[in-house]
């Protein structure tokens, strides 16, 4: 079954350039869609097929999908970043990454 | 604007069946452009997707939940259903549904490929005796 693999925890200063990576085998070729989730809410959809932003997500979220890594970034990092981000495909049948802990310092 | 709750249970027995209802609001329950779907969150552990279900009947299921989960549509209540039997301590979660896009074709048909959007708040089941 396909994997796709993302770091446990990534730890950025406020105001900076955070970073979140997506693993898998020719993931490129795949519609990957990034998800926010912070405590006792529901996961929300911050970027999806690969590059696409909802209107109510700030311009600040930004992603691309090349190769075998599929990229999340979020730019000028705010407190209300902190949450935990997963990526989704498909490929067969729906596949969660398992999920990056954002820690804004 | 499309809204979503689930309800059901906050208890089941373990070998016993669990069962979730979602309750769509401001949108088609019968539509060509999407899935629903459920997705469920064990304490301290990430997202996993349970299945989907289209309009029309057809469903796409996680192979490692499939012999025990079932996805069904009521339109007349506007209800999606979720059916999981022979449940045990690991099926104790947080329980999601949630619109699912349908992008392109596969297996004969539209294909769950999108995004899921939105998500209703979830429902907190433990599977306890």
């Known amino acids: 079954s396909y994997e796709v693999t993302q770091p446990l925890s990534v730890s950025v200063a406020l105001g900076q350039t955070a970073t979140i990576t997506c693993g898998g085998y020719n993931i490129g070729s795949q519609n990957v869609h990034w998800y926010q989730h912070k405590p006792g809410q529901a996961p929300v959809v911050v970027i999806y097929r690969d590059t696409n932003r909802p209107s109510e997500i700030p311009e600040r979220f930004s992603a691309s999908n090349l190769g075998n890594t599929a990229t999340l970034t979020i730019s000028r990092v705010q407190l209300e970043d902190e949450a935990d981000y997963y990526c989704q495909v498909w490929e067969t049948s729906v596949v969660f990454g398992g999920g990056t802990k954002l820690t804004v310092l | 604007q499309l809204q979503l709750q689930e309800s059901g249970p906050g208890l089941v027995k373990p070998s016993e069946t669990l069962s979730l209802t979602c309750s769509v609001s401001?949108?088609?329950?019968?539509?060509?452009?999407?899935?629903w779907g459920w997705i469920r969150q064990p304490p301290g552990k990430g997202l996993e997707w349970i299945g989907s279900?289209?309009?029309?009947?057809?469903?796409h299921y996680n192979p490692s939940l499939k012999s025990r989960v079932t996805i069904s549509i009521d339109p007349s209540k506007k209800e999606i259903s979720l059916k999981v039997t022979s449940t045990i301590a690991a099926d104790t979660a947080i329980y999601y549904c949630?619109?699912?896009?349908?992008?392109?074709?596969?297996?004969?048909?539209?294909?769950?490929?999108?995004?899921?959007?939105?998500w209703g708040p979830g429902t907190l089941v433990a599977v306890s005796s």
């Open positions: 401001g949108a088609s329950i019968r539509s060509s452009d999407y899935f």
């Open positions: 949630a619109r699912h896009w349908a992008v392109g074709y596969c297996s004969g048909g539209s294909c769950p490929r999108g995004r899921f959007d939105p």
């Open positions: 279900l289209y309009y029309d009947g057809r469903s």
